[in-house]
């Protein structure tokens, strides 16, 4: 079986990944690629590094094409871009990976209030499945619309998910610092995105306002059942891509955690997950290890009362398209591996 898939918002970081990505996998015929700057050009001029691999033009972004030309839809856009064309691509009865944040929050109000608009779809909210495969792979293989995840909630949740779901650390405060190389903001040419200024530096942005601390809440509130309180400082890295997070929280009164048991606890967990790695005791992740790769490393480290979980995830692969390939691999049956190994 051959999928035809589109993307939309192929020329940006996370939709060129989407591309490299899904032009290795063996069921799926990329059949448009869609923008407004790339118009009517072929992808191969756009990006000569697959110059000879594919004769796809890129076309602008027409929804009557896209329902004719795909069976399944990755969006790539920037959020509230993607609410205007999801209503259109569900009715029309396609499978539709989201990479935005437009559906991944519950709560229309509370996505007024992260991404200053009011949500235009807020009745496919219901609809859509949060796409991280390790906590909703059932629902995911069933679903029409994905919520991609986050990059940051990706690498945070993935973190967590053990010891929340388990009982088995208090449920607040988490306290999350994160890092991100500079692909994570996108494209767009802003000031202080150029070179110069983030070259040889490192600072700290939208501290504890970030959007994706709401989305990190949510998803961390309903594994553990208990209202999570999340305390998330991201961090701009002076590196093209990955992200890396150090997130402190505590044990149970009276119960306290080694590292070995932790680090067992962990491989046990995610044993059958296929992108989760857990590192041995007295071992963390590193950016370079999971570049490139749909891998989530966690290193864990116990001492006392005091619990230390480190995650690394590339924020364009497991944080972007490479989790969109997963889930679509689970939509349609494939071995979830598929053009990810
Ligand atoms: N970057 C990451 O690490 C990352 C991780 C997880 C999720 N995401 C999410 O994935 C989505 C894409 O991210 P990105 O980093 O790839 O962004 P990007 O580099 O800025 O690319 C955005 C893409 O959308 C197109 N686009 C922008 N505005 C448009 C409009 N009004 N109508 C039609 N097309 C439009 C752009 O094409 P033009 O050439 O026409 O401008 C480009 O192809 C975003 O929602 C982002 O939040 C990104």
Not at 20 to 29: E, F, K, T, W
């Amino acid at each position: 079986m051959t999928i035809r898939v589109g993307i939309v918002g192929a020329t940006g970081y996370a939709g060129e990944a989407l591309f490299d990505i899904l032009l290795r996998h063996p069921s799926a015929a990329i059949t448009g690629v869609y923008s407004r700057s790339g118009d009517r050009r072929a992808f191969s001029e756009l990006f000569p590094r697959f110059k000879g691999r594919t004769g796809v033009i890129c076309s602008p972004l027409d929804v009557k094409k896209i329902v004719n030309d795909s069976d399944a839809v990755f969006l790539s856009l920037p959020h509230t871009v993607s609410m205007e064309l999801v209503p259109h691509l569900v009715k029309a009865g396609k499978k539709v990976i989201d990479l935005s944040a437009d559906y991944r929050l519950r709560d229309p109000a509370v996505y007024r209030r992260f991404y200053k608009i009011k949500h235009k779809d807020a009745g496919n909210i219901k609809r859509a499945v949060y796409g991280l495969p390790e906590l909703y792979r059932a629902k995911i293989k069933t679903a029409g619309l994905i919520a991609n995840p986050g990059c940051y909630p990706t690498a945070a949740i993935l973190a967590l998910f053990p010891l929340l779901a388990l009982g088995a650390a208090e449920h607040s405060p988490l306290i999350i610092d994160a890092k991100s190389g500079a692909s994570g903001a996108g494209k767009n040419p802003s000031g202080d995105m150029m070179f110069s200024e983030v070259h040889d530096d490192f600072r700290a942005y939208k501290v504890n306002c970030h959007q994706h601390a709401p989305e990190i809440t949510q998803e961390l509130t309903r594994v553990s059942g208990k209202k999570t309180g999340v305390i998330f400082v991201p961090h701009l890295l002076p590196l093209t891509r990955g992200i890396l997070e150090t997130i402190y929280l505590r044990s149970l009164p009276g119960q306290k955690r080694s590292t070995g048991s932790l680090v067992t606890l962990y491989k046990k967990f995610y044993k059958t997950e296929p992108f989760v790695r857990i590192k041995d005791a007295g071992s963390f992740p590193r950016l370079k290890e999971t570049a490139g790769t749909n891998f989530c490393d966690i290193g864990i480290q116990a001492d006392g009362a005091d619990i230390i979980v480190i995650s690394a995830i590339d924020n364009l692969i497991k944080g972007a398209a490479g989790q969109a390939v997963q889930n679509f691999n689970i939509m349609y049956g494939f071995p979830e591996t598929t053009a990810l190994l």
